[in-house]
């Protein structure tokens, strides 16, 4: 299995900018989670769905952070418009109850200037 | 509602022991234990449910003490590889899956 996909790996943008991250979920795994990890914040959930339905999004710091999963083998992140605190790698795992845990992604590294 | 790791760093010599520790001031369902590398993805080692059972890392021990809420990993004999930073996250169940994790243990193991 490729494991979690996560695209792009590094992103550089401007203060104001639009920022997508795409994340593609081991196959048969049917939850999805977000993840931002800064040195000061440590690993924090954003979001996560489950049967690509937003179960939990108490995690999204503001409205300017969106996230959708129209299908079992897609979501996406959505930052607009960015802002320099929102430098971070952002982590998207994938699971399924029966294997009890998650399987973390290799991260989407995002400097905002 | 996040847990508590300790210590938050250790450094040791190839071959001896360390124990990581993992308290949470709610009830909890599991503790899942991940290791990162700098620069990496967290890799899941183990996780330990309510009621005893466990899942995971062949090499690695931990325990769970439901009634203290704690969790504490056993890495003995180790070795380079074992260098990281070791997160505790736990889950409170209910139906959740959410993982709340601690701020992370920082392994170093020298020759």
């Known amino acids: 299995d490729a494991g979690v996909i996560q695209s792009p790996r590094h992103e550089v943008t401007e203060m104001g900018q639009e920022v997508t991250l795409r994340c593609k979920p081991i196959?048969?795994?049917?939850?999805l989670f977000w993840y931002r990890q800064t040195m000061m914040r440590g690993l924090e959930l954003l979001i996560y769905?489950?049967?690509?339905?937003?179960?939990?999004d108490s995690g999204m710091p503001e409205d300017r952070f969106s996230a959708k999963m129209p299908n079992a083998s897609f979501s996406t992140l959505k930052i607009q418009p960015s802002e320099p605190r929102d430098s971070a790698v952002y982590f998207c795992?994938?699971?399924?109850?029966?294997?009890?845990?998650?399987?973390f992604g290799p991260g989407t590294r995002l400097l905002v200037l | 509602q996040q847990p508590v790791q300790s210590p938050q760093a250790v450094i040791l010599r190839e071959g001896e022991d360390a124990v990581i520790n993992c308290s949470s001031s709610?009830?909890?369902?599991?503790v899942h234990w991940y290791r990162q590398k700098h620069g990496e993805a967290p890799v899941f080692l183990m996780i330990?449910?309510?009621?005893?059972e466990q899942k995971g890392h062949e090499k690695i021990s931990a325990s769970f003490n439901e009634k203290k809420q704690q969790s504490s990993l056993y890495l003995t004999a180790s070795q380079l590889s074992y260098s990281g930073t070791y997160f505790c996250?736990?889950?409170?169940?209910?139906?959740?899956?959410?993982?709340?994790f601690g701020k992370g243990t920082k392994l170093t193991v020298n020759p």
């Open positions: 795992a994938t699971g399924t109850r029966s294997q009890e845990t998650q399987y």
């Open positions: 196959s048969g795994h049917n939850s």
């Open positions: 769905f489950n049967n690509n339905v937003p179960i939990d």
């Open positions: 709610k009830a909890l369902y599991s």
């Open positions: 330990l449910l309510k009621g005893g």
């Open positions: 996250g736990t889950e409170r169940g209910g139906g959740s899956e959410k993982l709340v």
